[in-house]
């Protein structure tokens, strides 16, 4: 399943806004000042995904959804369905697109929520709103952490599975505990598998790492997988599960660290990481997320991941990166996310930026195209912001605007040749700092 479509009309901030995505699979990023409403449009895209049925266990409150002095909103998506992994209820399989919409209306009593549930053709509810297999998609807050989260919402993953897999991206208190449990499982009952294998084998041979079936497979493949496509930096990789049952990682001089003790950027990535192979995992299968015999190079299955504020807790060498990483080893995945950083949209080669435009400031939102986007993908840091996308000359701030006007007239004076040595000392001294020849990477 992919977003062909979104279109969304007084939601929060948004007035209206239109996404359309010729080829889904990719790197389509969202980018905007503060209160600009990317949370808003991502929250909008997973409860659509979500469903009517299951959305009332993220107790939306639909009041502050309906933008202050507007009476109605839609929420529109237009889907295109895979139908090789995403099975049907009742009706034939289709390869246009399907259409889900939520929709609020202000009444005397408050705001009613309405779907198109019950359309007499091609009914949702008979394709990404029913539990039927396939139909992936997930969504992920800004607040990524193994633990510190309300309980309460735990019971959510198994009351409203749809629900349970777009949840984060709802509250600051949701935390991923779900991901770290089904590890510490996955390698209990690898033991126990093995425990087993030894108990009935009667040669050592068979019960080493390479016979492993079951729990066990799945636990070295999802090992595997994160240790040879290198997630993190400085050769941190996943090392194993403890006696006592706590994931180690390990750095490249050996030293470990617990998962939940490690810094905000590897908690907030690692998390997100497995949580979303566990709920491919769930959707599809182990044996299609690993399938036996082949190389765990890449998962390459289709759905739509939403992640808001990917670039939270990032060093920028790594904003830099992590959009190539997720596109490289799941290439298959719609990934629609947001940022405050123009080194994510380094990524978006495969894939679209779009831009929203700041509340009252007149401006329309929409694609970012031509060389604005060859800027924002090639381009040097400065490159980037001197497209203005990201605001208002935000590359300098007061004093650093004063020097570089400085740096001009100092300039104007060395080429007119009545410069003195003492002014051409400070103009190649502003001339170190502010030069955009020399190299911005990080």
């Known amino acids: 399943m992919y977003l062909q479509k979104v279109a969304i009309k007084n939601i929060r901030s948004i007035r209206e806004f239109e996404m359309t995505f010729q080829n889904p699979a990719g790197w ?39 933008t202050k002095g507007e009476e109605e909103a839609k929420i529109n ?20 697109p399907i259409t889900n919409e939520l929709s609020l209306t202000r009444e005397e009593r408050g705001v009613r929520m309405q779907s198109n549930a019950n359309v007499s053709r091609k009914p949702p509810t008979n394709y990404n709103w029913s539990n039927n297999e396939g139909w992936f998609s997930v969504a992920y807050g800004p607040f990524r952490r193994f633990t510190g989260g309300d309980n309460r919402w735990n019971k959510v993953y198994y009351s409203a599975p ?6 984060s991206v709802f509250g600051e208190d949701v935390a991923l505990t779900e991901a770290l449990d089904w590890l510490k499982e996955l390698d209990r009952m690898r ?54 049952g706590n994931i180690l990682f390990a750095d490249g001089a050996g030293a470990e660290v617990k998962i939940t003790e490690m810094s905000d950027g590897y908690r907030s990535i690692l998390s ?31 759905g739509v991941v939403l992640i808001d504020e990917i670039d939270a807790h990032l060093h920028p060498t790594w904003q830099t990166r992590i959009g190539a990483w997720f596109t490289r080893y799941f290439p298959n995945i719609q ?26 400031s007149g401006e329309v939102s929409g694609e970012i195209t031509g060389n604005d986007r060859k800027k924002l993908l ?10 203005e996308v990201f605001g208002e000359s935000p590359v ?47």
């Open 28 to 66: 389509h990023v969202l980018i905007g000042d503060n209160g600009a409403g990317k949370s808003s449009i991502i929250r909008a895209i997973a409860a659509a995904l979500i469903g009517p049925e299951q959305i009332a266990a993220v107790l939306p409150n639909w009041q502050e959804w309906l």
């Open 77 to 96: 998506l237009e889907l295109l369905p895979d139908r090789n992994v995403d099975k049907i209820g009742r009706g034939q399989p289709t390869d246009n």
């Open 162 to 167: 749809k629900a349970g897999a777009h949840l």
């Open 191 to 244: 033991l126990k598998e093995r425990e087993s294998r030894q108990a009935s084998s009667s040669t050592v041979e068979e019960t080493g790492p390479g016979y492993e079936s079951g729990a066990g497979l799945l636990f070295e493949n999802l090992k595997t997988f994160i240790n040879i496509s290198q997630l993190l930096p400085h050769e941190a990789h996943f090392d194993k599960v403890d006696i006592d």
């Open 272 to 302: 997100l990481t497995f949580e979303l192979i566990r709920q491919l995992v769930t959707t599809y299968g182990a044996e299609k997320v690993f399938p036996r015999g082949e190389t765990t190079s890449s998962i390459d299955l289709p």
């Open 335 to 360: 990934f629609i996310v947001t940022t405050h950083s123009p080194l994510v949209c380094r990524a978006a080669e495969k894939g679209s930026i779009w831009r929203l435009a700041t509340p009252s």
């Open 378 to 387: 090639f381009g040097n840091i400065l490159d980037a912001y001197g497209t």
């Open 396 to 442: 300098r701030g007061s004093k650093g605007d004063e020097q570089l006007e400085r740096l001009g007239k100092l300039n104007m004076l060395f080429a007119l040749g009545t410069i003195s040595d003492e002014e051409n000392s400070e103009r190649l001294a502003l001339q170190q700092i502010h030069s955009t020849d020399a190299p911005t990477g990080f």
